[in-house]
């Protein structure tokens, strides 16, 4: 009730419900049994934990954490929400480590990074 008073009903409401749900994996854990990983049901929240792990990669990029993070996001193809998973292979893949071997894990997503220019066909 003050959190309604201070924003509003509708403000409160949506902040409530928020904090309610924020509940989605930590990175580090997923990274460390990328096979385990679950994505959650809703498209946004998906987005927002397949984001998560790549910028925890990103942030400390190597080439063991690099294919442990191409193994997370290629969950989602083998969830069947290789959709959810293809911005995420795409940043991944422009962030490869040099001499890096591009995992099989990837093929589910080779259409979308010729398409994207990230791939050469061959």
Known sequence: ???AGVVGEAAALQLLTFLEELDLPDPEQVLADPEAFVLPDRGD???????????????????????AGVRVVAQAAVQGKADVGAVAMQALVQHRPEATALPKEIRAFVPVLTRAGLLAVS
């Not at 929240?45 to 294919?67: E, K």
């Open 1 to 3: 009730r003050v959190v």
């Open 45 to 67: 929240r998906a987005y927002a934990a397949l984001a998560a792990v790549v910028a925890a990669v990103l942030s400390d990029l190597t080439p063991a954490r690099w294919q």
